[in-house]
């Protein structure tokens, strides 16, 4: 830490808007894909984050050398989450487990950078082993902000004014189409980005949940204490450097 600067850390794990950017699945077909197996966590809005940050960047004295986890007010898993989409999109949607080759198909055709689609499939797999579950939900956006948090319906139904989600003979053909021409389209070759980086890899590496250090580390120990679900070894996503820092992870 920089010496005479107050630093808050934000933690909030996996974001509500990673669950939905298959939206247009779920609003035409009613199908909602799901990567994580039987996991659950309590997502935030990327809103109730800022709001966090904004807050701990208004008070700093008050934030100082606090870590905060903002999260939504429970944890939901896949059909939990299916039926928040069905409410929000107005008809009837399945949760539908889904192979991670699909997944790499779906982000290259949607336009997804490789070296963030490199790192999301480790959290994928944290997320499996129920890395964003411990320790979830938290007070943290009610203890900075003063308002509750936004719950999954509530992020849903914002994301449902998109036009592509309109429901429109034009807007279904083009979904049907791209969920036939997914499967057949190349992914990513991430075997050989490693390699063209030259990305250094610990010798025996570990998933976050199978590590009773950091198990212990981001397990909840008493009323006060903030949590976080940070996967192993993530760079801070922002940095925001001014007399206090919130440095916001993934």
Same mark, same amino acid.
């Given at each position: 830490?920089?010496?005479? $600067?107050?630093?808050? !850390?934000?933690?909030?794990?996996?974001? *509500?808007?990673?669950?939905? /950017? =298959? #939206?247009?699945?779920?609003?035409?077909?009613?199908?909602?894909?799901?990567?994580?197996?039987?996991?659950?966590?309590?997502?935030?809005?990327?809103?109730?984050?800022?709001?966090?940050?904004?807050?701990?960047?208004?008070?700093?004295?008050?934030?100082?050398?606090?870590?905060?986890?903002?999260?939504?007010?429970?944890?939901?898993?896949?059909?939990?989450?299916?039926?928040?989409?069905?409410?929000?999109?107005?008809?009837?949607?399945?949760? $539908?487990?889904?192979? !991670?080759?699909?997944?790499?198909?779906? *982000?290259?055709?949607?336009? /997804? =950078? #490789?070296?963030?689609?490199?790192?999301?499939?480790?959290?994928?797999?944290?997320?499996?082993?129920?890395?964003?579950?411990?320790?979830?939900?938290?007070?943290?956006?009610?203890?900075?902000?003063?308002?509750?948090?936004?719950?999954?319906?509530?992020?849903?139904?914002?994301?449902?004014?998109?036009?592509?989600?309109?429901?429109?003979?034009?807007?279904?053909?083009?979904?049907?189409?791209?969920?036939?021409?997914?499967?057949?389209?190349?992914?990513?070759?991430?075997?050989?980005?490693?390699?063209?980086?030259?990305?250094?890899?610990?010798?025996?590496?570990?998933?976050?949940?199978?590590?009773?250090?950091?198990?212990?580390?981001?397990?909840?120990?008493?009323?006060?204490?903030?949590?976080?679900?940070?996967?192993?070894?993530?760079?801070?996503?922002?940095?925001?450097?001014?007399?206090?820092?919130?440095?916001?992870?993934?």
């Amino acid at each position: 830490m920089t010496p005479g $600067v107050a630093h808050t !850390i934000l933690a909030p794990g996996f974001f *509500a808007d990673s669950y939905l /950017l =298959p #939206i247009g699945m779920a609003a035409h077909l009613g199908v909602f894909p799901w990567l994580y197996g039987n996991s659950r966590n309590a997502p935030p809005s990327n809103e109730d984050i800022a709001r966090v940050g904004v807050g701990a960047l208004m008070d700093p004295s008050r934030h100082a050398g606090k870590r905060y986890r903002p999260t939504g007010p429970e944890l939901l898993g896949a059909e939990d989450m299916a039926k928040a989409i069905g409410r929000a999109v107005g008809r009837s949607v399945k949760a $539908v487990p889904t192979p !991670i080759w699909l997944f790499m198909k779906t *982000a290259r055709l949607a336009g /997804l =950078p #490789i070296d963030v689609v490199s790192n999301v499939r480790y959290y994928i797999d944290d997320h499996k082993r129920g890395a964003f579950e411990l320790g979830a939900p938290t007070t943290d956006v009610l203890d900075v902000t003063g308002r509750p948090p936004e719950d999954f319906e509530t992020i849903a139904r914002r994301y449902t004014t998109a036009p592509h989600l309109r429901s429109t003979l034009g807007n279904r053909l083009r979904q049907i189409i791209q969920s036939i021409r997914t499967p057949l389209s190349p992914g990513f070759d991430l075997e050989r980005y490693d390699r063209e980086l030259r990305r250094p890899f610990p010798s025996e590496p570990k998933f976050a949940p199978d590590s009773k250090v950091w198990r212990r580390e981001h397990s909840p120990t008493d009323g006060a204490a903030h949590f976080s679900s940070l996967g192993p070894g993530g760079p801070p996503r922002t940095g925001l450097n001014a007399a206090s820092r919130a440095t916001i992870e993934a």
